[in-house]
């Protein structure tokens, strides 16, 4: 009988320790997704949207490259798509004006994703709050007029960058439905990872020189959207529709 307890209690102890590591794995991930979606509003009313009521939004983000941004645009005109919106560096801006004003020629919104390829999460406050003066008066000079949106460069913000952006008058915009086009897992599977979106998300995508295969995708990807019958709108527009989904900081 002693014997039977002995392996028995080091039967127990194994089964523990194997619990544990499936829970520490189990939080591990969980805190890995919820960190993908990054999406937060303060005490003080700061917000970040990543969602909204209705309608879907297209959102690319574009920070460097010559190549992939015109191609974009020529599909959504081909398509016959009104509405998305562009999140554009500062930086990027200055040195592609021409493709700049074809987008607010072609009626598309634009957005600020900074100047720099800068981490906010990592940045002290003035190192953000420089990055968006500087995107800022890229755009004045520009003569881009009324941007209320701010992405943060690398998606990656918190509670300091919220405070900073609305300081600035900025709403920052996160997303709902990553398509991972900026990963080149083949065309596919961009398609794949944005047939997820439904009534109310907002869709990350990119127009930069390292998405390679999204303006392939893209035509695939506005056909699923028609056939589920959801409307196409700016985040702006999505903004101003009805309700949008935050999370708060404690």
Known sequence: ??????LNGKAL???ILILIAAFFTAWFLYIENMAQITVFSTKEGSKAIYRGEKDLALTFNIGWGDEKAEPILDTLKKENV???TFFLAGSWAERHPD?????VKDGYEIGILGYDYVDYQDSEDGQIAKDISKAQESFKKLNVKDIKLLRAPTGHFDE???KIA?????????????????QNPGVGKIVENVKKA???????????DSAKQTAKALPLILA????KGLKLVSVSEMIANGDVQSKEIK
Not at 170 to 182: A, C
Not at 224 to 227: A, Q
């Open 82 to 84: 009104k509405s998305a």
């Open 99 to 103: 493709i700049v004003s074809r987008i």
């Open 166 to 182: 609305k300081r600035y008058g900025y709403t920052v915009v996160h997303w709902k439905i990553d398509s991972k086009d900026w």
């Open 13 to 15: 102890k194994n089964v």
């Open 224 to 227: 699923d959207i028609r056939n």
């Open 1 to 6: 009988m002693n014997i039977f307890f002995v």
């Open 160 to 162: 300091r960058t919220l």
């Open 198 to 208: 439904d009534n109310g998300d907002i869709i990350l995508l990119h127009a930069s």
